[in-house]
């Protein structure tokens, strides 16, 4: 870290708790102390010292057209100068719901709101509503925000730090989430069995991006789909990472299931702050005015979010943007792949489309229990020397590397050339 950002974290310290405003940035995971941004250009970002990154933090996933990409850039310029807040309908919204509708059909009926954690607590509350169940199920390691009801073995923040039940958050307010093993089918099974007339909706991340990426098992998302509809619960994807990334209609599309809910963000607000809700539309019926489930926000729907991600999903209409993702994620995982083989170094390189991680363990990663197996000291000495080579990748073991369409093959290749360094580095540790 440089001198300008080793002063702005020192005063930073005296504002925020640990000098952030979000847990991991704070680099705690990996040692040191985080460089600041001063801006960002299409895969690079350069810090306050003036060091520029190859990016594949990409703000944690939305970035996948790259960073300040001149039509955004021009959308949200325009959009600004009529105003920053109505608090009132706008056109703008309904042709980004329009956009969203095109490439997400169960998204019958949405709501639009200010971030994915925003988005998933509402989901979770219309599908209470709806059924007139209490109990949700999710699955150990997986981040679907911080709402009380939902920091109950998460992954993410939770995971780095080896805190996975927050405090803070009152028994009974995670009384009524239950937890499952992920990619278990089976222990699903046997919980419908004995409790599925108290399950008001299972949550799933489709491809589980918050403690690493770990794809689903062959099966595992439509046996999810059946026990849902058999025991009448709702099966709400978070897509908050996975909308518009490993899909132009997110996991849905790739694997084939229409959930009864979905939750996305991040990308569909072209990266500044802006979730949705949606699905059935009998279901989100419920929400007020038309039902008994209250939810609502002024910020909901702000101009600048909703023309950033009218601007962002225009930019992935066509079907070869993701042929060039894919192609891209690939030469990069591969690369990394055969680099880390070469010098004898165990790791799992997990991808799906263009959300990526590397593993530091000999062993599958398929579920949070084989996750916990990684070595996060090993990361982290990967992770220092590829930052020292101009690389910036997640501050964590427990996260995704985003690859985006600013991405060149020379920014690939000098990333694989980086890698063949730390990975020598760490052979010979």
């Known amino acids: 870290m440089g001198e300008r950002s080793r002063a702005l974290f020192a005063e930073a310290a005296g504002y925020f708790p640990g000098g952030v405003n979000s847990p991991v940035r704070a680099f705690r995971a990996v040692g040191g102390e985080p460089f600041f941004v001063a801006r960002a250009a ?5 810090d306050a010292d003036g060091v520029t990154y190859i990016d594949y933090v990409a703000s944690w996933g939305p970035m996948i057209v790259g960073h300040a990409h001149p039509k955004v850039v021009a959308a949200i310029q325009q959009a600004a100068s009529g105003g920053t807040s109505y608090g009132a309908p706008t056109e703008a919204e309904t042709r980004l719901a329009q956009r969203i509708q095109a490439a997400f059909p169960s998204l019958e009926r949405m709501r639009l709101v200010s971030s994915g954690t925003e988005a998933c607590m509402s989901a979770l509350r219309v599908a209470r509503g709806a059924t007139g169940r209490s109990a949700i199920v999710k699955f150990e390691g997986a981040y679907h925000g911080h709402a009380d009801s939902l920091l109950v073995k998460s ?5 780095t730090f080896g805190v996975p039940d927050s405090l803070g958050v009152s028994e009974s307010a995670a009384r009524d989430t239950l937890t499952l093993p992920y990619n278990d089918l089976g222990a699903a099974e046997r919980l419908f069995g004995a409790r599925g007339r108290e399950i008001a909706a299972v949550i799933v991340e489709p491809v589980a991006g918050n403690m690493g990426v770990v794809p689903p098992a062959a ?17 709400i994807f978070d897509e908050v990472i996975t909308g518009f990334r490993v899909a132009r209609g997110g996991a849905q599309e790739r694997y084939g299931i229409n959930p009864d809910l979905t939750c996305l963000g991040k990308i569909v607000g072209g990266g500044l702050p802006l979730g949705v809700y949606g699905g059935r539309a009998d ?3 419920h929400v007020a005015p038309l039902g008994g489930v209250y939810q609502a926000g002024t910020l909901s729907g702000n101009p600048i979010a909703v023309a950033a991600g009218i601007a962002t999903l225009d930019l992935l209409t066509d079907a070869s943007t993701y042929v060039e993702l894919e192609a891209k994620a690939g030469r990069l995982a591969e690369g990394l ?3 880390a083989a070469r010098h004898r170094i165990p790791v799992q390189g997990n991808r799906v489309a263009s959300m990526m991680t590397l593993f530091f363990t000999a062993d599958p990663v398929v579920d949070y229990a084989s996750v916990k197996k990684a070595d996060p000291k090993r990361y982290a000495t990967f992770f220092r020397t590829m930052l020292e080579q101009g690389v910036s990748l997640a501050p964590s073991q427990f996260e995704a590397a985003f690859v985006s369409l600013a991405h060149t093959a020379e920014d690939l290749e000098r990333t694989i050339a980086a890698a063949d360094t730390a990975f020598a580095r760490l052979g010979n540790s």
């Open 337 to 339: 792949k055969q680099t």
């Open 42 to 46: 299409g895969s690079r970002i350069t």
């Open 283 to 285: 279901v989100m019926a």
């Open 155 to 159: 992954g993410s923040g939770g995971l």
């Open 219 to 235: 099966g595992f998302l439509a046996g999810l789909r059946d026990l849902t509809r058999r025991h009448g619960a709702l099966l």
